[in-house]
């Protein structure tokens, strides 16, 4: 399906037609005063043969952000971190259900961690900039998590209000320095 806007000078008319193509047929624009011919090039397919698009939902991991993990986090606060990718809202990087109203036996299940060590991990993580606590007040306070663009997100944009929220946090510090 190919759409055709052309513009009559002589009248000042714009026209629109919908033309459909077979695989063998192409458009072409001539030019009434001196007969040049130019094609109309439709969209090409440029995927290999050999390939196909993945119909999921996935999220690009910054790869900068998670060496600065790697050297800083123990094996088991990866592994929560991993998590944290895992649930988070691939279209605005919430962590809800998570939040400061969330129990510490909660946290301790989801995460496979114990008790006592819930409190130190996340603070942990929060201090590091993992995530950012916010409060939103909508008739109820709502206080949610939100995981840090730089070591994550979903699609190939970033929203700069979004992003700016992690602004000198550890993790952007160390994003930064990774461009240097």
Not at 65 to 94: F, M
Not at 114 to 119: G, Y
């Amino acid at each position: 399906m190919l759409k055709l806007v052309y513009i009559c000078l002589k009248h000042s008319v714009m026209y629109e037609q919908t033309v459909k193509l077979q695989n063998n047929e192409k458009v072409f624009i001539v030019n009434v005063d001196d007969g040049e011919i130019t094609a109309i090039n439709r969209r090409a397919n440029n995927i290999p043969k050999d390939s196909f698009i993945l119909k999921s939902i996935y999220m690009k991991r910054v790869s900068q952000s998670w060496a600065y993990l790697r050297g800083k986090c123990t094996p088991k606060e990866l592994e929560i971190v991993n998590h944290l990718v895992d649930i988070t809202n691939h279209k605005n990087n919430s962590l809800a259900p998570l939040g400061d109203d969330v129990s510490m036996r909660v946290l301790s299940d989801q995460f496979n961690i114990s008790l006592r060590d819930v409190n130190r991990v996340f603070d942990k993580l929060f201090k590091l900039g993992v995530y950012g606590k916010f409060e939103v007040y909508k008739e109820i306070y709502h206080k949610y998590w939100v995981l840090n663009p730089y070591l994550a997100f979903s699609g190939r944009l970033v929203k700069n209000e979004l992003a700016s929220l992690f602004h000198g946090t550890e993790i952007h510090k160390a994003y930064l320095e990774s461009l240097k």
